[in-house]
């Protein structure tokens, strides 16, 4: 049973580039969760997607979206990029109907640097 | 907004010894908790989690956590280290805004093992 994937595993970006970011639930998942792990800090909450909407939104710019597609899996963009968005940005997925009750598994993550 | 704060951004121990990674939160509402561990270079693993119900909660790895709301705690615990242990530890909390469960996280503590 195959867990959650992020593909890429590395990414460098020049500054005002745009990127995207993938991940692929645990099976059985329907809900899929973004954050962003900044060097030496813990994961800050970005979004979650479920039904393919987006659910909940932490306290980050629009220049951070989203999609969720059918099959579950999610993808992150992130427009006109800075400095500040390198990190280890980490996919979580859970089931939907469980809310904190079920357990939310992580990806390895993609490290993302902007140069 | 919930917050969680993590006493001590490094935790040294000798292999045997005990371990104590302290944890504290606020919420406005009564709190679902978490730990996870985080390995270099890995995503975050759940260690354990309080929902509801009995307040010491047993993890995995030997680990356990005890729910202390006057006290507003979660702190961890392991009666014995193993080399095995050393890693990153994190403190969450579950937002529960629109149904969803973005997690809060703490900045984290690095558990050190000492031959």
């Known amino acids: 049973d195959a867990g959650v994937t992020q593909s890429p595993t590395h990414l460098i970006k020049t500054r005002g580039q745009q990127v995207t970011l993938r991940c692929s639930p645990k099976?059985?998942?329907?809900?899929v969760s973004w954050y962003q792990q900044a060097l030496g800090q813990g994961p800050q909450f970005i979004f979650q997607y479920y039904e393919e909407e987006e659910r909940q939104r932490g306290n980050f710019p629009d220049r951070f979206s989203g999609h969720q597609f059918p099959n579950y899996s999610s993808e992150l963009n992130v427009n006109a990029l800075l400095l500040g968005d390198s990190a280890l940005y980490l996919c979580?997925?859970?089931?939907?109907?469980?809310?904190?009750?079920?357990?939310?598994?992580f990806g390895p993550g993609t490290r993302l640097t902007v140069t | 907004a919930q917050s969680v704060t993590q006493l001590g951004s490094h935790v040294s121990v000798s292999e045997g010894a005990l371990v104590l990674l302290r944890c504290n939160y606020s919420?406005?509402?009564?709190?679902?908790l978490f730990w996870y561990v985080q390995y270099p270079n890995q995503g975050l693993q759940l260690l354990l989690k309080y929902t509801t119900g009995a307040t010491l909660v047993k993890g995995i790895n030997g680990f356990e956590a005890e729910f202390k709301k006057s006290e507003t705690s979660f702190h961890l615990t392991k009666p014995s280290a193993h080399m095995s242990d050393a890693a990153e530890y994190f403190c969450a909390v579950s937002d529960l805004k629109g149904g969803a469960d973005g997690l809060t996280f703490g900045k984290g503590t690095h558990l050190i093992i000492q031959p």
């Open positions: 099976s059985g998942h329907d809900t």
């Open positions: 919420s406005s509402v009564p709190p679902y």
């Open positions: 979580a997925s859970s089931l939907g109907g469980q809310g904190p009750l079920g357990e939310q598994y």
